[in-house]
């Protein structure tokens, strides 16, 4: 069993930063791939980021405003969030794979999930 906790959220005013942080316990076959989505309010959730060994992967609108990383240990994965804006205003969660393929498909089918943390941008 694999355990994601998140932390980092807030309020911010348009064009500040955040840095999102999840750490991860457990399984560490099973968090090959860590990542995160996001959900705001009516909408689908919806992939942001992701992170293997060597590769990252960004949705567009996360490409050149958003950071993904990972310490060296594998067990922490970093959302640097700058020039944020009022659309990214959403519940973040961080999930856990073995695969790729299962963070980027519709719906997702990552196998673990975080609790969540709140992003809320002001305009």
């Known amino acids: 069993q694999v355990q994601l906790v998140e932390s980092g959220g807030g309020l911010v005013q348009a064009g500040d930063s955040l840095r999102l942080s999840c750490a991860a316990s457990?399984?560490?076959?099973?968090?090959?791939?860590m990542g995160w989505f996001r959900q705001a309010p009516g909408k689908e959730r919806e992939f942001v980021a992701a992170?293997?060994?060597?590769?990252?992967y960004y949705a567009a609108s996360a490409k050149g405003r958003f950071t993904i990383a990972r310490d060296n240990a594998g067990n922490t994965v970093y959302l640097q969030m700058n020039n944020l804006e009022p659309q990214d205003t959403a519940l973040y969660y961080c999930?856990?794979?073995?695969?790729?393929?299962?963070?980027?498909?519709?719906?997702?089918?990552?196998?673990?999930w975080g609790q969540g943390t709140q992003v809320t941008v002001s305009s």
């Open positions: 992170v293997g060994r060597d590769s990252t």
């Open positions: 999930a856990a794979a073995g695969w790729i393929s299962s963070m980027t498909s519709t719906p997702p089918r990552a196998n673990y």
């Open positions: 457990g399984r560490a076959g099973s968090t090959n791939i």
